[in-house]
């Protein structure tokens, strides 16, 4: 079973795909390190609140939506 961490990376990695864009394009656009988006859309990383809202507006969408199941 998919860990919270895997199944909200999964979801930006979707959702990122979607729009277009590349990993370093999406951390330029929410101004975080490149090494956090790979890291966060591999499920190895505790994405912080803070962190999950500006990839959140990146994205165009609400954070509420990056942890929908």
Do not use: C, W
Not at 15 to 24: I, S
Not at 32 to 39: F, H, L, Q, W
Not at 48 to 56: E, P, W
């Amino acid at each position: 079973m998919a860990t919270i961490y895997e199944k909200t990376g999964d979801k930006i990695r979707k959702l990122r795909k979607q729009k277009g864009l590349t990993q370093e394009e999406l951390a330029d656009l929410a101004k975080v390190d490149p090494k956090s988006i790979i890291s966060i859309e591999a499920g190895k990383r505790n994405v912080t609140l803070k962190t999950l809202k500006k990839i959140a507006l990146a994205l165009d969408i609400q954070p509420s939506v990056l942890l929908e199941s």
